[in-house]
């Protein structure tokens, strides 16, 4: 499977942004499909995953109520829109695939694309 994460970019705090991830290869519809950010400072954190099983979805805390996370299995894309944003939200922001549900743990995710850069500025 690869993975092509786009739309980061350099946006000011309570702005908006979506992130897609485009797939390709292997079956889309059976794996779980997460976001995850990477920042110098805690490394590469878990923001949010959808399983393959459509009502499955997940977030991080500090992202809840602020992000949502959505699939289309018929276009092989995953989105992340981002609303609220807070400085702490910066990060290198990636898309990842796992053949296991629920997962949300890095190391249940076999498939990373390169990530996109997201700027919240204060």
């Known amino acids: 499977v690869q993975l092509q994460a786009s739309g980061g970019g350099l946006v000011q705090a309570g702005d908006s942004l979506r992130l897609s991830c485009l797939a390709s290869?292997?079956?889309?519809?059976?794996?779980?499909v997460g976001w995850f950010r990477h920042t110098p400072a805690k490394g590469r954190e878990f923001v949010a995953a959808?399983?393959?099983?459509?009502?499955?979805?997940y977030y991080s805390d500090s992202v809840k109520g602020r992000f949502t996370i959505s699939r289309d299995n018929a276009k092989n894309m995953v989105y992340l829109q981002m609303d609220s944003l807070k400085p702490e939200d910066t990060g290198v922001y990636s898309c990842?695939?796992?053949?296991?549900?629920?997962?949300?743990?890095?190391?249940?995710?076999?498939?990373w694309g390169q990530g996109t850069q997201v700027t919240v500025s204060s």
């Open positions: 290869g292997g079956t889309f519809r059976l794996y779980t």
């Open positions: 959808k399983d393959y099983r459509a009502y499955g979805t």
């Open positions: 990842a695939t796992s053949p296991r549900a629920r997962a949300r743990d890095i190391y249940e995710f076999e498939y």
